[in-house]
């Protein structure tokens, strides 16, 4: 079952919900100028546009900007140790990482309480499912305030994307695009090199239909990747490889983008223009069996990308970032009562689309931390607490 | 050179110690596309090329100002309809070029046998072949962006010396965004390029030119760097006791250290009968592919957001043409009506996740354009753009107009 949503005003998100579960197959096409009930924007940091900001890494009141050439600005956005708070954030300190590009951070805490290491992708030029570039860089933070770079990991024909660390396991899982995922063992002290922590890689799709977008653990077990060119992915890793526990190819009208797992539910983006066919939905797919099932989908007219998407900590509120189009911007809906039912709860239209969007809790509060895109980028905090069924 | 541009048409200083030339050139013409992005087919009725040009000289052409202003701006905002032609966000359109296309202020000197120049201002660095506003077709090549560099702040020094011309260019490496756009003046100097030509006998003209190119698509630096080959060779003697021109060039660009490069070959040949001109173009060309804007198949997202194209697709047109000169016997009017056809295949070249054959629902299109090519001046026709000083001065040894 295919739905879709439009315009209607939030505040009359929960009544309409039977309404809009009968909506299937249609489209409410275009945007609609309507103020963005529930959703407050509560500070801009602009920051230069080489490219811009593409993803933020948040984590105990320290948001991490992936500022492309001008490599990783860490933020205070709440946690006081440069007195900044999320109506006012201050910059604490920043790192140019090797060749630029910064794309993406995660800030790693080991089990045994170490929180020394910032892992950043570098996401190099390629062509879209074939070729890309780009290494793994290790920023040793524990001055905050002078991050340093102190080793890398460069898979040779592949680059890097989005991360996910298995923090007690000490893994740290890359979409490496054409190069598949990669798993890498972040335990104790990082060399420069990291080539011979290289535990692990796969290529799901096989050679020729591999270009990772993202990869996510579930519940401390199998990794689901999300492959713009094959699809939905659940991926095990056990015994020091890789395998294919189900799905893929699952996708074959939409370049697939970003991936978020939870509540047993996986939500997948799409990006750009698949031939005709825009990336214009989000896919839902029950994940209990070994095989992710595809389950609705949610068709958002007058976008062509959905460029991130996550699940909010409580399992409440469905968030993703839309790019290229009039309904470009933040998109909010309610997984309640059903995580595999989304009901559009809010939107916030940001003309130039929004790249990335970050929920984090802080302070028992909901925020929205996103990138706007050039030609005058900046990090965009939004307040969706409200928004909480 | 505002001042000598607005003479009305030629206007010689005392004793012949200064000139001033103006004259004005536009083509109105109506194409036809047999298929678009998308599908389906599309006629468009525009005026391109529209331009005054001047050229101003003094103390015995040691001192040169040469000037282009381009209207397009104002005629094809949305570019020209041109099948193949991709540049500045622009898709399968022909972009406006800026409204000071040049403005090149020139010194020439002599030291021995040889002849020196420096040229500084807005205009063509030393690099590839000319223009093909020059040249003989109305379609623009798929490899403009290959085989010229052009509307940059630029400095090139030039050395003539017998057969063989040198010259050299300092210039900022963005490319235009919009037909209004100055060049960013603080990045003069981040690209370079250099051009040697050969003339080893009359009528012959052999070039190898290479191009380090900073960013061209990313105005602040931040983008992928090029590095750019291109080498000509041109011949222009009679055939068969008529005018006769030929053309064949090579280009190479690489960009992002390697991992994109694009080739590109061309020929063209014209053959003048009379007051008639037969011509053929042969382009087999590759441009990368962009992903599009929304609603807007023709045009490309601008700003860049990161590095990544979605592959390459390799052109090839077949261009026949036939023109007529009207009017051009000693007149300041001229008129050059024409007809001009193309076929045109497309294919993915190497990998990546563009499909031409599903963006265009097919791989074959036709074009067809009728028009009027309308000159006012005595060099409406004879203005060769991007060449300052030396590379003025060598037109002698080739012929000096192929343009449409």
């Known amino acids: 079952m295919m739905r879709l949503h439009g315009g209607l005003r939030p505040a009359l998100a929960t009544a309409m919900l039977l309404l809009l579960a009968s909506c299937g197959g249609s489209d409410n096409a275009g945007p609609t100028p309507i103020p963005p009930v529930g959703i407050s924007l509560t500070s801009t940091v602009t920051v230069p546009a080489n490219y811009g900001l593409h993803d933020t890494f948040v984590r105990d009141g320290l948001a991490f900007l992936c500022v492309w050439d001008e490599g990783v600005y860490i933020y205070d956005v709440g946690n006081g140790v440069a007195g900044g708070s999320i109506d006012a954030p201050t910059l604490v300190g920043s790192v140019k990482t090797v060749n630029g590009n910064a794309h993406n951070a995660w800030w790693y805490h080991s089990p045994l309480g170490s929180k020394r290491y910032l892992f950043v992708g570098e996401e190099g030029a390629g062509s879209v499912g074939s070729s890309s570039s780009g290494s793994i860089h290790v920023v040793d933070v524990s001055n905050l305030a002078a991050p340093v770079e102190v080793g890398s990991y460069t898979l040779a024909g592949a680059g890097t994307h989005n991360f996910w660390v298995d923090e007690v396991n000490e893994i740290l899982y890359a979409a490496y695009y054409n190069g598949g995922v990669v798993a890498l063992d972040i335990s104790g002290t990082l060399p420069a090199n990291m080539a011979s922590r290289e535990l692990a890689r796969i290529q799901p799709g096989g050679a020729g239909n591999t270009y990772v977008w993202g ?106 970032s839309a790019e290229n189009g009039p309904n470009a911007g933040l998109h909010v809906y309610s997984l309640v009562p059903s995580p595999s039912r989304p009901v559009f709860l809010a939107r916030y239209l940001v003309s130039q689309g929004l790249h990335t969007a970050t929920v984090e809790t802080i302070a028992g509060r909901t925020y929205v931390f996103a990138a706007r895109n050039p030609a005058n980028p900046a990090l965009l905090t939004f307040e969706i607490t409200s928004l909480i069924p | 050179m505002l001042l000598l541009a607005a003479l009305p048409a030629t206007v010689r200083g ?95 000197g002599h030291l021995g046998g ?213 009017l051009a016997a000693g007149g300041v009017v001229r008129l050059r009506p024409f007809v001009e056809a193309s076929y045109i295949t497309v294919a993915s070249s190497g990998a990546g996740v563009f499909d031409p054959a599903l963006w265009y629902q097919g791989t074959e299109f036709w074009g067809l354009s009728l028009g009027m090519t309308v000159g006012l001046g005595r060099m409406a026709f004879t203005h060769l753009m991007g060449r300052y000083g030396v590379s003025e001065d060598v037109l002698s040894r080739i012929s000096p107009s192929h343009q449409h």
Do not use: C
């Not at chain 2, 009725?45 to 381009?70: E, I």
């Not at chain 2, 009528?203 to 190119?213: D, I, K, M, P, W």
């Not at chain 2, 929304?294 to 090839?316: C, K, M, N, Y």
């Open chain 2, 114 to 326: 040889a002849t020196f120049s420096v040229s500084g201002g807005k205009g063509f660095a030393a690099f590839g072949s000319d223009d093909p506003a020059n040249r003989l077709t109305l379609r623009y090549p798929v490899n403009h962006h290959w085989s010229q560099i052009l509307e940059r702040a630029v400095l090139t020094g030039g050395v003539l010396a017998g057969p063989v011309m040198a010259e050299f260019s300092l210039f900022n490496g963005d490319e235009p965004e919009y037909p209004q756009r100055a060049p960013n003046f603080s990045r003069f100097g981040d690209s370079w390029s250099a051009r040697l030509t050969a003339f080893p006998v009359q009528g012959l003209q052999l070039e190898a030119s290479y191009a380090s190119v900073q960013s061209p698509e990313h105005r602040a630096g931040f983008g992928t760097d090029q590095q750019k080959w291109h080498a000509s060779g041109q011949w222009t003697r009679p055939l068969g006791g008529h005018p006769f021109y030929a053309l064949a060039e090579w280009a190479q660009t690489s960009e992002g250290d390697g991992l994109f490069v694009f080739d590109s070959f061309l020929a063209e040949a014209s053959w003048d009968l009379g007051a008639t001109r037969l011509y053929y173009q042969f382009e087999r060309t590759e441009r990368p592919e962009e992903e599009r804007i929304f609603g807007q198949p023709t045009r490309s997202v601008r700003p860049h957001l990161e590095d990544a194209i979605l592959g390459t697709t390799r052109w090839t047109l077949n261009t026949v043409g036939v023109g007529r000169d009207l």
């Open chain 2, 14 to 108: 005392q004793g012949g110690s200064a000139s001033a030339t103006i004259a004005g050139r536009g083509i109105l013409t109506g194409t036809y596309a047999s298929r678009e992005p998308l599908g389906g087919d599309l006629a468009k009725f525009q005026l391109v090329q529209p331009m005054l040009m001047a050229h101003a000289a003094a103390y015995g052409r040691a001192l040169r100002v040469t000037s282009t202003l381009d209207f397009e701006a104002w005629t094809i905002a949305d570019g020209e309809l041109t099948i193949a032609a991709w540049g500045e966000g622009f898709v399968d359109r022909r972009h406006p070029h800026t409204v000071v296309h040049e403005l090149m202020v020139s010194g020439v």
């Open chain 1, 215 to 320: 990869v996510m653990q579930y519940q401390g077990g199998d990794i689901f990747a999300s492959d713009m060119l094959s699809g939905f992915w659940r991926l095990r890793y056990a015994a020091g490889a890789f395998s294919v526990v189900g799905g893929g190819n699952n996708v074959p009208e939409r370049f697939t983008s970003d991936l978020w797992v939870q509540n047993g539910y996986g939500y997948t983006g799409g990006w750009g223009n698949r031939g005709t066919q825009p990336g214009n939905a989000v896919k839902i797919w029950q994940v209990g069996a070994a095989a992710p099932v595809l389950v609705d989908s949610v068709i958002t007219s007058g976008i062509t990308t959905v460029s991130d998407v996550q699940v909010s900590a409580d399992g409440k509120l469905l968030v993703f």
